[in-house]
């Protein structure tokens, strides 16, 4: 018997060049014991670039993206959880969700409220659970506290930003590229920003008292550098390493953690990895997902976003815009 096929966007090699993403049909996998979804908006992410680079060596040629949100069209096993017409956000971070329509496992499966919107749906999942796991259940974030944030202005870096002025008097520092620095002050009253480049000369400037939490994405010297400003008892959540997309850069050992400076300088490191908390902890995601739901119906979170592209054909000039570093928010395409 011959599979459904379906349009997709996939990745057939890992130069990061244009010329290795294709829009083509595929085949889809047979829908026993998985869910089957019609895509209406994919969430664009960093990782998009990761993955383009062979920072995860998933075998080619494969069909790109990590999350979408749409509509259950047909379950191929009894279930009691999904029905066919309920809405659902899917993420997967080995991908698959460029898609117009996925099947995908229970476990890669969070249905959504009706009234949460496809592209509110599609910006949810990836950024504000992360930033809330990160920020709540690792880092611990209470009133008063001073956090940094790697590109504030990113999707993942609003969310944090909305989650930590949840809590009084937080102050937070982080960086973006300059033509984002007056938004930030304007839209969320954020001033203590800077580029990336200057982080190691000038940020004890800015914040001599040191950091209760540092969101980390970026990796190198600068990771080494945020983990000195720790104050004692702060605490670094690794989440990213945007400075080693080069391939020599990922295999380099840079910034090995040294125990015993972290026992002499009351450091807590953690790393987090929102893909393989799927795989073994996903009631606590359902359960975050749920308090981030009623975060946005009560206005305390509100998704920004930068861009609506209006097929899967437009992927290359959606991701053309976060490479050229210049999205404020999230990038969604919009598939049916
Ligand atoms: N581990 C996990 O489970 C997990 C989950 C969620 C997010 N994350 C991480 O969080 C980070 C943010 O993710 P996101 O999807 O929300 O992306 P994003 O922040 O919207 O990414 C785009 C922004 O990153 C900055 N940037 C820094 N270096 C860059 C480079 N080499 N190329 C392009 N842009 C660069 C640019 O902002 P500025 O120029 O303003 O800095 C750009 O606008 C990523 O490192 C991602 O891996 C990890």
């Known amino acids: 018997m011959s599979l459904k096929r379906t349009k997709s966007v996939v990745l057939t090699g890992y130069s990061g060049a244009p010329e290795m993403v294709e829009t083509r049909m595929t085949e889809m996998r047979p829908l026993d014991g998985l869910i089957e979804v019609q895509v209406h908006t994919c969430g664009i992410n960093f990782a998009d ?7 995860l060596s998933l075998p080619l040629p494969f069909t790109m993206g990590l999350e979408c949100c749409g509509i259950v069209t047909a379950i191929g096993y009894r279930s009691d959880k999904f029905r066919v017409g309920d809405k659902v956000i899917c993420y997967n971070y080995m991908g698959g969700m460029y898609s117009e329509q996925v099947r995908v496992d229970e476990i890669n499966c969070f249905k959504i409220p009706r009234d949460i919107s496809f592209e509110e749906g599609a910006c949810l999942f990836i950024n504000y659970v992360s930033a809330y ?4 259940e690792i880092g611990n974030l209470t009133d008063g506290k001073s956090v940094f944030i790697h590109s504030l202005a990113g999707g993942f870096g609003l969310a944090a930003v ?7 008097d937080v102050t937070i520092y982080g960086t973006a590229s300059p033509s984002k620095f007056q938004y ?4 969320y009253g954020l001033s203590n920003v800077m580029v990336t480049e200057d982080l190691i000369d000038g940020f004890c400037a800015m914040c001599p008292g040191g ?12 990771k080494d550098f945020l983990m ?3 104050r004692p008892l702060g605490r670094m959540i690794i989440l990213g390493a945007k400075s080693s997309i080069a391939r020599e850069a990922i295999d380099r050992p840079v910034g090995l953690i040294n125990p015993v400076d972290l026992i002499l300088t009351n450091r807590i490191v953690s790393g987090f990895h929102l893909g393989v908390l799927c795989d073994n902890r996903k009631e606590l995601l359902e359960e975050v997902l749920q308090t981030v739901i009623d975060w946005l119906r009560d206005g305390i979170i509100n998704p920004v976003i930068h861009s609506i592209w209006d097929s899967l054909e437009s992927y290359l000039d959606a991701i053309a815009v976060l490479e050229r570093r210049s999205n404020i928010g999230k990038i969604l395409l919009k598939i049916t």
């Open 162 to 168: 909305q989650i930590c002025q949840r809590f009084k």
């Open 228 to 230: 000195s400003q720790l």
């Open 133 to 136: 796991l990160c920020l709540l």
């Open 211 to 222: 950091l209760d939490i540092v969101l980390e994405t970026e990796s190198g010297d600068v």
């Open 49 to 55: 670039i990761y993955q383009r680079s062979g920072f």
């Open 184 to 187: 930030l002050h304007d839209r």
